[in-house]
């Protein structure tokens, strides 16, 4: 089995920037890349401040900060996934985007360089069809915010090989994450659950059943939620979400997982969620919640 000590992270967003913290905190090397230079480092900064942060409340020693950053090297093109032997794409969740990043890796990598797509929904058999080496392609789902939740699902695409699933498991394992394996199906397990339920919160605002907060603290308080699915969801990002509800939609059918009507609008409207400062809640310039967003005060 291929050991992997040096990982491409492609995409320096929160999800992206999340999991090369955590994978520099495992010890492993990281190259953190993005479509700039400028915003590798954004997301190099975002890690800097959130081992800080650790540092400051006790959990983490200044040594233990300094070697994990000490791991992470950024990068504004793909040329250097030359020398990682995994790389986790966390690019947009759009198959035409993931795919043009595929094809251009497969110029630049080796013929056994992992690819690991960490798509929300999109199939890995159809992602894996853009690369020279199917069996080397599968998925590697995280969940946000990365350092902190447990969670990481595998999926394997119909031409990925139990090499290939050993060697990311061994690097979830490392990671010090809890594995779920999931078969490649629209929303895969747990967004599969997970969605449905908060397009279903923003059905029940949408048709005045409820306002943001009774929604949220109704499963905070009832099923003991870290927090509500709208604010979850402000988090994950807005857009995120409805396009997760597109793919499982458009791969299913049932009008269970057709997304809200509300949620479109949302979307349309620019209202993303954290990452916009305006959701169903309005959030500061740090990402500190503020308020209800005024258009759901009722
Ligand atoms: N890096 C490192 N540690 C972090 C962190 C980060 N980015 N963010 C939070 N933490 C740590 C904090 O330091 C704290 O640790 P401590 O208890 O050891 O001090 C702990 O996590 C709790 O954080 P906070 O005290 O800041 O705040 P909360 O107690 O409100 O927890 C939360 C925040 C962890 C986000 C919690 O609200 C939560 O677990 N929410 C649910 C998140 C969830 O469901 N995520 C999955 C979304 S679905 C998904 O991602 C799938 C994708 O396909 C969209």
């Given amino acids: 089995?291929?050991?992997?000590?040096?990982?491409?992270?492609?995409?320096?967003?929160l999800m992206g920037s999340g999991l090369a913290q955590t994978v520099a905190q495992s010890g492993l090397e990281v190259v953190l890349n993005d479509v700039t230079e400028e915003?590798?480092?954004?997301?190099?900064?975002?890690?800097?401040?959130?081992?800080?942060?650790?540092?400051?409340?006790?959990?983490m020693s200044e040594e233990e900060k300094d070697a994990a950053l000490?791991?992470?090297?950024c990068a504004g093109?793909?040329?250097?996934?030359a020398t990682c032997q995994l790389v986790i794409e966390a690019a947009y969740e759009n198959i035409?985007?993931?795919?043009?990043?595929?094809?251009s890796l497969d110029e630049i990598c080796g013929p056994h360089t992992i690819y690991a797509s960490n798509t929300s929904s999109i199939s890995i058999t159809s992602l894996a069809s853009a690369v020279k080496h199917p069996e080397n392609f599968i998925g590697m789902h995280f969940f946000s915010p990365v350092p902190v939740m447990k969670l990481l699902?595998?999926?394997?695409?119909?031409?990925?090989?139990?090499?290939?699933?050993?060697a990311v498991k061994a690097v979830g394992e490392k990671m010090n994450k809890v594995i779920i394996v999931s078969k490649d199906m629209p929303g895969f397990i747990v967004n599969r659950m997970l969605d449905p339920m908060i397009n279903e919160a923003i059905e029940i605002l949408d048709q005045g059943i409820g306002s943001v907060e009774d929604i949220d603290n109704g499963?905070?308080?009832?099923?003991?939620?870290?927090?509500?699915?709208l604010e979850l969801v402000d988090m994950i990002g807005i857009d995120v979400h409805y396009s997760v509800m597109q793919v499982i939609h458009s791969e299913?059918?049932?009008?269970k997982y057709r997304p809200s009507p509300l949620l479109r609008k949302m979307v349309q409207a620019g209202l993303t969620g954290k990452k916009a400062k305006a959701g169903f809640y309005l959030y500061d310039d740090e990402g500190k919640k503020v308020s209800v967003n005024p258009i759901f005060a009722g």
Avoid: W
Wanted: glycine share 12%; hydrophobic share 35%.
């Fill in 39 to 59: 915003a590798a480092q954004k997301g190099f900064s975002r890690i800097q401040s959130s081992l800080e942060g650790r540092v400051a409340k006790g959990k």
């Fill in 219 to 229: 499963m905070k308080y009832g099923c003991n939620h870290p927090m509500g699915p």
């Fill in 1 to 13: 089995m291929m050991e992997i000590k040096r990982i491409f992270v492609v995409g320096a967003g």
């Fill in 153 to 166: 699902e595998i999926t394997k695409g119909l031409r990925t090989s139990d090499e290939t699933l050993q």
């Fill in 77 to 81: 093109t793909l040329e250097k996934a």
């Fill in 96 to 103: 035409g985007v993931k795919q043009a990043v595929y094809k």
């Fill in 70 to 73: 000490s791991h992470i090297s």
């Fill in 252 to 255: 299913l059918g049932e009008s």
